[in-house]
């Protein structure tokens, strides 16, 4: 249930490589069907809220970002949550236009699901807990069941992984802390991935 990072990215290899060999080409398959399947989310989430024209523009800047492909090439962590946050945003923002329970449930899971790939996710989680604070129509969001019902389903995804936490594997725990350092270098990598994010 945890290794150096949580366990998404192991259960997607396993099952993966269940069903096909172990093989240079097969994990080269791997990476791009997930990067695939990343764009393919986000292409129905561009369709939700543009044009075609603009859905077209806005998949085509994305691919220029290298995390969708060169370094989409090594299914790794990083690559693993690729797909979780796409699917997070698209259930979220139809949640929050439609508050539809079905949405919410799928957008706490997909949350939950990235973070079950790596824990740099709780920037996606606190900018999902925040977006609804700062736009208009808050009120008639967080009145509804749609908050809880996503926040229930996020903790159920994560619920495995906290138990086996709980009963004394912080190995994750330890990792993203020596990955992190000291109070005053956690701040600087902090700093340095939202700079990065602007960047990209």
Same mark, same amino acid.
């Given at each position: 249930l945890g290794y150096n990072h949580p366990p998404l990215g192991v259960w997607v290899v396993t099952v993966w490589f269940t069903i096909f060999p172990r093989a240079d080409w097969a994990a080269y398959l791997l990476a791009t069907t997930n990067a695939g399947v990343t764009l393919w989310i986000c292409w129905k989430l561009f369709g939700d809220w543009l044009d075609e024209a603009k859905r077209v523009v806005a998949l085509a800047m994305?691919?220029?970002?290298?995390?969708?492909?060169?370094?989409?090439?090594?299914y790794n962590a990083n690559s693993a949550m690729m797909p979780a946050w796409a699917? +997070?945003?698209?259930?979220?923002?139809? &949640?929050?236009?439609?508050?539809?329970?079905? =949405?919410?449930?799928?957008?706490? *899971? !997909? %949350?939950?699901?990235?973070?079950?790939?790596?824990?740099?996710?709780?920037?996606?989680?606190?900018?999902l807990a925040l977006a609804p604070l700062l736009a208009p129509g808050r009120w008639r969001f967080l009145r509804s069941a749609v908050p809880w019902i996503a926040a229930g389903a996020g903790?159920?995804?994560?619920?495995?992984?906290? +138990?086996?936490?709980?009963?004394?594997? &912080?190995?994750?725990?330890?990792?993203?802390? =020596?990955?992190?350092?000291?109070? *005053? !270098? %956690?701040?600087?990598?902090?700093?340095?991935y939202m700079l990065g994010v602007v960047a990209y």
């Open positions: 994305l691919a220029l970002v290298p995390l969708y492909t060169f370094q989409a090439l090594v699917a +997070a945003t698209l259930f979220f923002l139809r &949640a929050w236009r439609d508050r539809r329970p079905a =949405d919410a449930a799928l957008a706490g *899971a !997909s %949350a939950g699901a990235s973070m079950l790939a790596k824990y740099w996710s709780v920037y996606l989680v606190i900018a903790l159920l995804v994560l619920a495995p992984h906290l +138990a086996w936490i709980a009963s004394g594997g &912080a190995s994750t725990f330890t990792f993203a802390q =020596d990955t992190l350092g000291t109070d *005053a !270098s %956690a701040v600087s990598k902090s700093a340095q």
